[in-house]
């Protein structure tokens, strides 16, 4: 077996590991049903308390977003949120958690790749991203009556396989950093606190001042949002779906590219100052 | 006062201090006090208020909420909030931070009342919450214009009584938290079906019919009520003498309630030599 295959073969069993310490605390799954419905719906009943039933009101959220449909808009919103949340708070401080266990230095004691290392905890996420996408959309199909036909329901899952390089780029890059300065809660929620505030989870960016709104197309959640809302909701997009899809391509290239630099330089400060198994 | 109660008094005073203590050697956590209210929850909850805007004017909650001072409305609700998250997370999952860390059975073999670790809990989780509204509330005037009357003031007894009955609320969630092993979930769920239930986020008015009883029981949803109608002038749900009747029954039954359960959880614990488990 070459070494290409041998190490496919260890970001599988990474991504299996991760899976089975997700199946053991089944109080995560109760979490991963119950956030992606309360969270935006909590946004929806603030909604419907701005807009007052007024037509005006309503109609200056149509014009601000591009779309009427308020629930659609929010839910998406949210639904990156918890991703992205999910990300930061699992692989992307996962080399901390094995620092803490002290289970780190024997991982870099084998022989596999160090982006077996950085990448291979993202892999089980995945599928909790579709599992929450899919729960989301099957809210706004049953209960807010918006309209997802297979062909949209595709467009979206294409939308979400492009942002998987940028985000977990994102995911890998902030584990690298949290291993080198060993602060996580605070770092997660900073990190998290930007997405929120120039992102668009629950307002349309356009309305945000010219220098918040230059931010905000740097950041990749924003495009997985708006590209989001442009397939399902028909929203209107940032630049264009296929240039936002390549931006954020883009974007995933490099950000996981400087993750892989920033890992390297943790691991030789590391080894260097002998600190691996210190937290 | 007899010396009993004097001692607890200062055993809670003690207990205060250390969690006061804890919290200063984090600075990065006391700031996030402030902060992680402010990007979490309030600026995309003024964001999302600015794109229903009409010629600047928040039309729609001045017709829901009977204010049209969206960062008042949003502000003052963080205050209220702050309020619950201190029963939830400071007073009650403290109790599992202890017995993570191992400490929990020392503590409860001190001749010290199992009450009063909780009451001490209580006067810190409480001071911090209040300095953090405190700077909160005047960013809110300062930088996003919200328009607070001095008449708040009148309503600053109303979280004195709202306090009181978070704290039997507290009671109740620790006694939840001792029995179950992995409470991260259930404190966390509970605490914002609570804070949003209590209008935090919006009037409760525009809650399900069904929710909206659930909101009629509970206590800060007065509270935050009269903060609103004093300081800001929005419609209230009752007459407020009622409102403030009602917050004077809540903090009697609740503290009764929840030092009940306390009690009897604390009791059968201790006959199951469960305490030390998790």
């Known amino acids: 077996m070459n070494s290409t295959a041998m190490d496919l073969r260890a970001f599988g069993a990474a991504g299996m590991k991760e899976w089975r310490l997700l199946r053991r605390y089944p109080s995560m799954f109760l979490g991963f049903l119950f956030w992606p419905i309360v969270l935006p719906l909590a946004y929806v009943l603030q909604a419907r308390a701005y807009s007052g039933e007024s037509q005006a009101a309503l109609d200056a959220f149509a014009r601000n977003t591009g779309t009427t449909q308020i629930a659609g808009f929010l839910f998406l919103g949210w639904a990156t949120y918890m991703w992205i949340s999910m990300i930061l708070w699992g692989p992307g401080t996962s080399l901390r958690t094995e ?159 400087l993750a892989v630099v920033a890992f390297k330089r943790t691991e030789r400060h590391a080894r260097r100052g002998g600190s691996l198994a210190q937290y | 006062m007899n010396d009993e109660a004097r001692a607890e008094l200062r055993a809670a005073w003690a207990i205060a201090r250390k969690e006061l203590r804890i919290a200063l050697r984090y600075p990065l956590n006391a700031v996030n006090e402030v902060l992680q209210p402010l990007y979490q929850f309030l600026l995309p909850s003024l964001l999302l208020g600015a794109t229903f805007l009409v010629g600047g004017r928040a039309i729609g909650l001045q017709a829901s909420a009977g204010t049209d001072d969206l960062a008042g409305f949003l502000f003052l609700g963080m205050i209220v909030g702050g309020l619950v998250s201190t029963a939830f997370w400071e007073i009650a999952f403290s109790f599992k931070r202890e017995m993570d860390a191992g400490t929990l059975e020392p503590a409860w073999l001190t001749p010290t009342s199992p009450e009063t670790l909780v009451i001490g809990r209580a006067i810190s989780g409480l001071l911090i919450s209040g300095i953090a509204s405190a700077v909160l509330l005047g960013l809110g005037i300062v930088v996003f214009g919200a328009s607070v009357s001095p008449g708040i003031v009148l309503a600053l007894p109303a979280l004195l009584l709202a306090a009181f009955s978070m704290i039997g609320i507290g009671y109740l969630v620790a006694s939840a938290v001792l029995l179950i092993r992995e409470p991260t979930f259930l404190v966390d769920a509970t605490n914002f079906l609570f804070a949003m239930a209590s209008g935090v986020a919006f009037p409760v008015l525009v809650l399900p019919i069904f929710v909206r009883w659930v909101a009629y029981l509970l206590p800060t949803t007065y509270a935050l009520d009269l903060l609103r109608a004093h300081a800001i002038g929005a419609r209230p749900l009752l007459p407020l003498w009622m409102e403030w009747l009602a917050l004077v029954g809540f903090a009697l039954v609740m503290l009764w309630i929840g030092r009940l359960v306390f009690g009897r959880t604390e009791r059968r614990m201790r006959v199951q030599g469960t305490l030390g488990q998790h």
């Open chain 1, 99 to 257: 620092q803490i266990r002290g289970s780190l230095e024997a991982l870099f004691l084998t022989p596999v790749s160090r982006l077996v290392i950085l990448f291979g905890p993202l892999v089980s996420q995945v599928a909790w991203a579709i599992w929450m996408f899919g729960i989301v959309g099957g809210v706004l199909v049953v209960f807010f009556g918006v309209s997802i036909g297979p062909g949209e329901a595709l467009r979206a899952l294409g939308v979400i396989l492009v942002a998987v390089p940028a985000l977990y780029g994102l995911g890998a890059l902030f584990a690298a950093v949290v291993l080198r300065f060993g602060e996580v809660q605070a770092m997660v929620q900073g990190v998290r606190g930007v997405f929120t505030v120039f992102c668009g989870m629950s307002f349309p960016i356009a309305i945000l001042p010219e220098w918040a709104h230059r931010v905000a197309l740097t950041l990749p959640p924003t495009y997985l949002i708006g590209d989001l809302r442009s397939v399902l909701l028909g929203s209107s997009s940032l630049v264009g779906t296929i240039p936002d899809l390549a931006i954020l391509l883009g974007l995933g290239t490099v950000i996981s590219a």
